[in-house]
């Protein structure tokens, strides 16, 4: 199976090392992203710090809001999933009940946070390589250097761009 296509943005950012022809032509979308308002706080949060290391890039526009909260969604219930998970266990009993409805014990399952977190975490680093959020994303990506870091001081109006 081919790798997905990319973007030109991206492509010129990786390099062209296959040297064929780049899609000069592409559809150029405006606009940034607007952080959702249903999304989780945490969601929010991660929201605001990936739009501030991807700024620097001129990668994001409006049309990639929906990616950009789902992965923001993903994590926060990948986080979720994990703070349940480290509260409760990775087992729970469940009681084995007769078809009369008697309870004769208990047995050990997996709790269910745990596929949660499994889950959440696939799509997250799934869609987080759309934006070069991997390490190995990230290494095929030739990016301006950062006259700057994002200062984790800012207030929450200055984060969100609701």
Known sequence: MSNPR????????HGNPSKRPL???EPAFTGRPRCPVWLHPLAKREWAR???????????RSTDQSS?????????RWVEAEKQVSKEGQMVKEPVVTRSG???GYRWKKHPAVTIAKDERAAMIA???????SPSSRSAIHAPAIDRFPD??????????N
């Open 68 to 76: 950009l909260a789902a992965y923001c969604q993903s994590y926060a």
């Open 152 to 161: 984790d001081d800012l207030s929450d109006d200055e984060l969100f761009l």
């Open 50 to 60: 990936i739009v501030a290391e991807l700024a620097h890039l001129d990668m994001l």
């Open 102 to 104: 008697t309870v004769t």
């Open 23 to 25: 899609n000069h032509n």
């Open 6 to 13: 990319k973007p030109l943005a991206i492509s010129l950012l």
């Open 127 to 133: 869609t987080g390589r759309l934006f070069g959020l």
